[in-house]
């Protein structure tokens, strides 16, 4: 039991970032607008929107790893020190 409340505080705090991220997404990213006058304006408006959502997610990516390595060396050192 010791062992799965970090891990399950771990999932919980990934799955809100993930919400949070997807509100991010949907507030920030689609509400970018560079024209739609030209088919070079929406292909702009629509190349920047993916490189936000991009951006977004590999925030919360990189979140992760640090959460879960910073857990796992934690776990580590436990163990090697009993």
């Known amino acids: 039991m010791k062992r799965l409340v970090p891990l399950a505080g771990i999932e919980v705090l990934v799955w809100a ?4 991220c ?3 997404i949907s507030r920030v ?5 560079i024209g739609t006058g ?4 929406r292909i702009a408006t629509q190349t920047v929107r993916v490189l936000m959502s991009g951006i977004i997610i590999l925030v919360w990516l990189v979140a992760w790893k ?5 857990y ?5 050192a436990r163990r090697k020190a009993t």
């Not at 030209?38 to 304006?41: E, F, G, V, Y």
């Open 17 to 20: 970032m993930l919400l949070l």
């Open 22 to 24: 997807m509100l991010l």
């Open 29 to 33: 990213a689609f509400e970018i607008t």
């Open 38 to 41: 030209t088919l070079l304006d």
């Open 66 to 70: 640090k959460i879960t390595d910073r």
């Open 72 to 76: 796992f060396w934690r776990t580590i």
